[in-house]
């Protein structure tokens, strides 16, 4: 096979227990997102747009929603003859069953796949962050700066550093000095975007060593990359300043989906060019009844909207019966609001129904985000405040 320049190895088989029931059958990459995608259309709408055209997906956790949406790429222009986009689940060989142990063992497990494309350089990425990213330029920035592994970063909040690798590095080089993943006490909000881009001949060398210790968490960021920093290998940071977001909380893909209802912060509308491309459901006109109130709202199509929507995203084929209020909310595919619903910063799953005069959240804007999960049938005829659980 010809030799290619990079591709890219897609982890897609993460469990996402932070996001509770939304990933109880299914893995987080495929949890529905912005009205009309699932997350992991960003990262490989980002590989096409870049000019990646062979991409490794790596599924483990419930992977059978994530790969039957998935099929053989072409809705993102990856079914290619000569690479194209590969699913790899974990398999049996003669030494029994091969699951994924870690981030880097996903990897070795598929050294056979990266050695057939024969690439110079593999982009590792995840299918779980909501972001537009050309990441030519950050192999650009590879190449010229000699780095034997690139990790793209940037600033996070301080309290949300602890869920990250964080790293320090040196200001004019942007050579990473130390990196740490999820420090308890971080001393810095330099955050890794789980993006890297490594010399496939170095890597290897890596993740077979890592292989052979007998307890090691085989993962990128708590083993490959300290290995390599403590090696002095050349470990780079690339700068990113774009919109980035890990949506691995409830709270968190709540705000992104937030984020999409103001220009300023929607990432889908800047960049129009850069499109995030995915597989559209078939679904007749949205509907708006007169008597209905829309504000600032996202909603999709085959949605029936009889009562009031307010700060809030629909997703296809949801119904707002009259009386509703929907507030501050997101409302996944299929979902039925019955009448005199009142719903408040929350998030309802896909394919529930809320009976009439139920009310879900608390309208207090510091309040935690209610959550909902799929194929749910709430009844009760009284104010549910869930604080990030389940109904």
Known sequence: MNKKQCIAMLLAGGRGTRLKDLTKSMAKP?????????????????????????????TQYQPHTLQNYIGDGKHWDLDRKHGGLTILPPYQSEEGDRWYEGTAHAIY????????????????ISGDHIYKMDYRKMLDQHIQTKAEATISVIHVPWRDAHRFGIMNMEPSSKRILDFEEKPQQPKSNL??????????????KYIEKEEKKRFSSKDFGKDIIPAMIHDNRQVYAYRFNGYWK?????????????????????????????????REASQQPFYLDGKAVLSQSLVSEGCKV?????????????????????????IMPGTFIGENAV????????????????????????SEISLIGNNQIIKENKPVKIKGNVV
């Open 306 to 330: 009889f009562g009031k929507v307010e700060n809030s995203l629909l997703y296809h084929g949801v119904t707002v019966s009259k009386g509703a209020v929907i507030k501050d909310s997101v």
């Open 246 to 278: 890990d949506v691995g909380t409830v709270q968190s893909l709540w705000e992104a989906n937030m984020d999409l209802l103001s220009y300023e912060t929607n990432p889908i509308i800047q960049h129009e060019e850069w499109g995030i491309y995915t």
């Open 109 to 124: 497990q598929n050294l056979d796949y990266v050695e057939r494309h024969n690439p110079e350089y593999v982009l590792v």
């Open 30 to 58: 495929a949890v529905p997102f912005g009205g009309k995608y699932r997350i992991i259309d960003f990262t490989l709408s980002n590989c096409s747009n870049s000019g990646i055209d062979t991409v490794g997906v790596l």
């Open 343 to 366: 719903i408040n910063r929350a998030i309802v799953g896909s394919e529930s129904f809320i009976y009439s005069n139920v009310h879900v959240g608390d309208p207090n804007p510091f």
């Open 191 to 204: 955050a890794s975007m789980g993006i890297y881009i490594f010399n496939w001949s170095v890597l290897k």
